[in-house]
């Protein structure tokens, strides 16, 4: 398992040397003036070139993304923001855990309300319940985020006047961002449920457990879902990662103080550091969440761990041999 491990790690470095490379990229083939914006139409060519020359904008690509890399991963420095004038990673410290809790949130809700009913679907499946479930399962995979968000505000804020509409506070202002990024999560691990459950159930030790007289329920909870459980955790890793990256939009409706509202912020003002921060931050999460996943896949999975045990076993083998 260590070396299974190792391997994820080497993956997960990788990965996000790759993210910060291309991330760089882009923004620096992104048309625009960071100058322009900065400093306004008032300012002049001669004054927008000199800020914009202060900031090293005008320095070679590969200059740029050398010493982009130099501090991002060798220093730990993600930049000042421009428009802001302060250090992006201060910023990160007061919004990332706000982010973090939106995203867990919306994930130990999906996860709470998707899987049983998932469970309940497989076990009842082509009757009405299951029918009417994953045809609301549908509509919640289908429906974009920012459409239920702002119909969330015009009925629960305008109309019926029960919650804010944005801001942050106490629990109130939670609620509705909560809800909105929580659908589409109960949507699709429902429907993971259901057709990993369905699968388990067509299973030889499943129809043996029932053939030798065990209980319906020990059958359910004992052999049935510990083995459908395998990729439903997959699931959950993108959910919390789909969670995190989908925070740019809940936030940017709600006006959420979080780093998804952050980046839209730099986006619009063509902040490079603070683009390229959030990004990279919401990158690394992503991965480790999906590497925590895989961990605990391979810890159910005994396949995964008899593959690294025979390969240890063989190269052990061919040392004695040579």
């Known amino acids: 398992m260590s070396r299974y491990v190792l391997k994820r790690l080497g993956w997960l470095v990788l990965t996000t040397i790759v993210v910060a490379i291309l991330i760089f990229t882009i923004m620096y083939f992104v048309p625009g003036s960071p100058g322009k914006l900065i400093l306004g ?185 510990p083995n459908a459980m395998i990729p439903i955790i997959n699931l959950l890793g993108g959910t919390f990662a789909m969670a995190i990256g989908g925070t740019v939009v809940i936030e940017s409706v709600f006006q959420f103080p979080g780093i998804g509202y952050y980046m839209l912020a730099g986006i619009n003002a063509l902040d490079y550091p603070v683009v390229r921060g959030c990004i990279l931050i919401l990158a690394i999460f992503s991965t480790l969440a999906m590497l925590v996943v895989d961990l605990v896949y391979a810890f159910l999975d005994p396949r995964i761990k008899a593959q690294y045990v025979n390969s240890s076993k063989k190269k052990s083998k061919q040392k004695e041999v040579a």
């Not at 428009?83 to 201060?90: K, T």
């Not at 007061?94 to 939106?102: D, E, F, K, M, V």
């Not at 049983?116 to 045809?135: E, F, Q, V, W, Y």
């Not at 505000?153 to 629990?171: D, E, N, T």
């Open 41 to 225: 139409n008032t300012a002049t060519e001669a004054e927008v070139y000199a800020y914009e020359e202060q900031l090293g904008l005008h320095d070679p690509f590969v200059v740029q993304l050398v010493r982009y890399l130099r501090d991002t991963f060798l220093r730990l420095d993600l930049g000042t923001s421009y428009s802001f004038h302060v250090p992006v990673i201060e910023e990160f410290a007061a919004r990332l855990p706000r982010t973090l809790i939106l995203g867990l949130l919306c994930m130990v809700i999906s996860a709470v309300v998707g899987i049983p009913l998932g469970i309940m679907c497989a076990l009842k499946r082509n009757s009405i319940t299951d029918h009417g479930l994953m045809i609301l399962a549908m509509a919640g995979v289908s429906v974009p985020q920012f459409w239920l968000a702002l119909l969330m505000v015009i009925l629960f804020s305008l109309k019926l006047g029960w919650l804010p509409p944005y801001g942050f506070g106490g629990i109130e202002y939670w609620i509705m961002p909560v809800i909105a990024g929580s659908v589409g999560g109960i949507a699709m691990n429902a429907r993971q449920t259901r057709s990993a459950v369905l699968e388990t159930i067509r299973a030889d030790f499943v129809t043996t457990a029932r053939s030798k007289g065990v209980l319906e329920r020990s059958v359910i909870y004992k052999h049935m879902l």
